[in-house]
């Protein structure tokens, strides 16, 4: 069976085509992840495939059983609404099963002729197998499993979608679509909006998931953890690479070495006939020169290679600071609630710091902290000695629109001929007549490349970058990599890129709930801690004991020692040995009230309802009880 296949796609938007002749087939089990630069027409591929917008010829042929799913990037929400009910009407179709279920076991108990009971026994056979292939008995904890993975509160499930903010908007928009389960689902950088728990949780749902999936994303370890295959769109084509991003870009570089070889091979053998038919044109080898000259015009000429060129990047030389770069002693910091409380740093010349963190964690209030732009609540902070400082500001705010981007580069009050800036500026990609545009007129990425010329400008020896990959692209990320790698002064940055902190970090700052942590080594280091801890909770404190140098510091604890308990005290296994109680006869309830038997007895099906609503309601009294005998209970 294929579900999807595409046939000699084209699309323009001006002379050039965007899609000249795309065709791919996308079947069962295939999870493929779609690149290429930006701006070469992912999301338009994307948008004719989920009938958004029209190609200007070619066929897309969609299996007649196939449910598609786009996920859209406009929120358009019913505005009365909650979040809770607004995710529930994903699953519209299902319900409206349900309801056909019971209506057709009511009609089957009331049927009298052979035809017709054989008839909706039939019909009422198909429907169960639907149901319980959609799990359609349980869609509340379908609900909170999806909203729980995209990190929505609880407290927010009754809140009115329109209050909500425009991430979060977002973040519905994908809960819908992984609650309805198409056939096929079509995600355009489904990550965004989503901090780095959130995303993994989304990598295990994907991964684990029926869907057959074509998907636009920057997020490297993302594509490695879903996709098995990668479709590489360029020049208005797309060409097929097994596997995912890691294997591409492997494989990649195999395919661009055979290519450079065959057209340089071709081209050298080009030039010497051309040479050969020029000094022979009108000579005694004129027969041999027109034979070679005939034999030229037939020849199939090789395409140059298909290689996508990533700009330069790099920084100039830092001037030598003090080794020690910056300290930061017991720093806190709170709003109406603690970000971060006790924290000691101490920065070494030539070393690079990642921040990592959920979504309102604290991450960017903590840079402003070190850089003086905010007041901590405590503690003090020390610059070393000849530390010069330039800011990576993710709302990139130096940059004003009117600005051309041949001046905008140049940082405040320092002098620079126009020509050094348009050679900085090229350095990151930007050239031409894109230096002389307003910044105004720039894409995301460029923008993105334009504030870090004016950061390299700055010849500063600390670069301080909050989410600086955000709107690059893989090739321009691996450009920033380099020249980052290549540096020589020091460097702190925020970034949700795992494979960019991996790649980059020697030091991490880890602000989650409750405590901070400081950890020497990249992302694959936190996450091997974080296995430890799993196996081993009882270890987890001290967590120096986990790396050669973490320190971990429980925030907060006057907190909890004011806090009232809800509940009565309860050791954790206890309720634990309870949930699971209450799990099993929830499962044997859903089991029971799934048989086919059961719906034809509607005083059965009630009962069966009214217990699961029990033992569900029993289940949140437990969760709740669990997590706050977890919090309290040390």
């Known amino acids: 069976m294929i579900h999807l296949s595409v046939t000699q796609l084209t699309k323009h938007f001006g002379p050039e085509p965007v899609l000249d002749g795309v065709a791919f087939e996308l079947r069962p089990g295939d999870r493929v992840g779609l690149v290429g630069p930006n701006g070469c027409g992912k999301t338009t591929l994307l948008r004719i495939l989920a009938g958004r917008e029209e190609a200007d010829s070619g066929r897309v042929e969609i299996h007649p059983t196939t449910r598609i799913g786009y996920l859209e990037q406009q929120p358009d929400f019913a505005p009365d609404r909650t979040l809770w009910q607004e995710a529930r009407s994903a699953l519209d179709e299902l319900i409206a099963l349900g309801h056909e279920a019971q209506a057709v076991a009511e009609a089957l108990s009331r049927a009298t002729d052979p035809t017709e009971h054989a008839r909706l026994a039939a019909r009422f056979d198909h429907l169960q197998q639907e149901l319980h292939q959609h799990d359609a008995y349980n869609l509340d904890h379908k609900i909170e499993r ?34 309805a389960e198409p056939d096929v689902m079509l995600l355009d950088e489904p990550s965004n909006h989503l901090d780095i728990e959130a995303t993994e949780w989304l990598e295990e749902y994907l991964a684990a998931g029926p869907a057959a999936l074509l998907l636009v994303s920057h997020d490297r370890y993302f594509l490695d953890k879903v996709t098995n295959r990668t479709l590489e769109l ?10 995912g991003f890691s294997a591409y870009w492997q494989q990649k570089d195999e395919r661009l070495e055979v290519q450079r070889r065959t057209y340089e091979r071709q081209q050298e053998e080009i030039a010497k006939a051309e040479d050969f038919i020029r000094r022979n044109a009108y000579g005694q080898k004129h027969t041999q020169a027109e034979d070679r000259r005939k034999k030229l015009a037939r020849i199939e000429r090789v395409p140059p290679p298909r290689e996508i060129a990533a700009p330069p990047m790099a920084f100039p030389p830092a001037e030598r600071s003090g080794d020690i770069v910056l300290r930061a002693a017991r720093l806190c910091k709170a709003y109406d609630r603690l970000l971060f409380a006790e924290l000691d740093l101490q920065i070494e010349r030539g070393q690079r710091w990642g921040i990592l963190g959920p979504n309102g964690s604290g991450k960017t209030t903590l840079l402003r902290c070190l850089l003086g732009q905010v007041e901590p609540n405590e503690g003090s902070i020390t610059l070393g000695q000849g530390v010069e400082i330039a800011y990576f500001d993710q709302q990139q705010a130096a940059l004003a629109d009117n600005d051309r981007v041949v001046d905008a580069v140049r940082p405040e009050g320092q002098l620079m001929e126009e020509q050094r800036r348009r050679d900085l500026l090229a350095r990151f990609g930007i050239t031409g007549d894109a230096a002389l545009q307003p910044v105004g007129r720039l894409s995301g990425g460029e923008r993105c490349r334009v504030a870090l010329a004016r950061l390299a400008a700055t010849e500063a020896n600390l670069l301080i970058l909050d989410e600086p990959t955000n709107h690059l692209d893989l090739w321009a990320r691996d450009a920033l990599e380099r020249a980052l790698d290549r540096f020589d002064g020091t460097v702190l940055f925020v970034s949700h890129d795992r494979f960019f902190v991996n790649r ?38 001290p967590a120096s004991c986990l790396a050669r140098r973490e320190t971990s510091r429980p925030v907060a604890n006057d907190e909890k020692k004011n806090k009232k308990r809800r509940f009565p005290y309860r050791k954790v296994e206890d309720i634990e040995a309870d949930i699971f109680e209450h799990e099993s006869r929830l499962a044997e ?46």
């Open 146 to 179: 999806v909203l729980d993975g995209l990190r929505f509160a609880r407290a927010s499930f009754q809140q009115p979608v329109a209050s909500l903010s425009g991430g979060e908007q977002n973040r519905l928009l994908l809960a819908k679509l992984l609650l």
């Open 234 to 243: 360029f020049h208005s084509t797309v060409q097929s690479y097994r596997g």
């Open 504 to 541: 980059l970090a020697d030091h991490l700052i880890v602000v989650e709930s409750g405590r901070v942590r400081v950890i020497e080594g990249n992302y694959e280091t936190f996450q091997s801690l974080n296995r430890q801890a799993a196996d081993s909770p009882s270890e987890l404190e």
């Open 589 to 634: 309830l859903h089991d029971a009230l799934a048989q086919p038997d059961t719906h034809r007895d509607g005083q059965r099906v009630r009962q069966l309802k009214d217990d699961i609503a029990q033992q569900q309601s029993q289940l949140e009294t437990l969760y709740a009880h669990w997590e706050e005998a977890t919090e309290l209970n040390w």
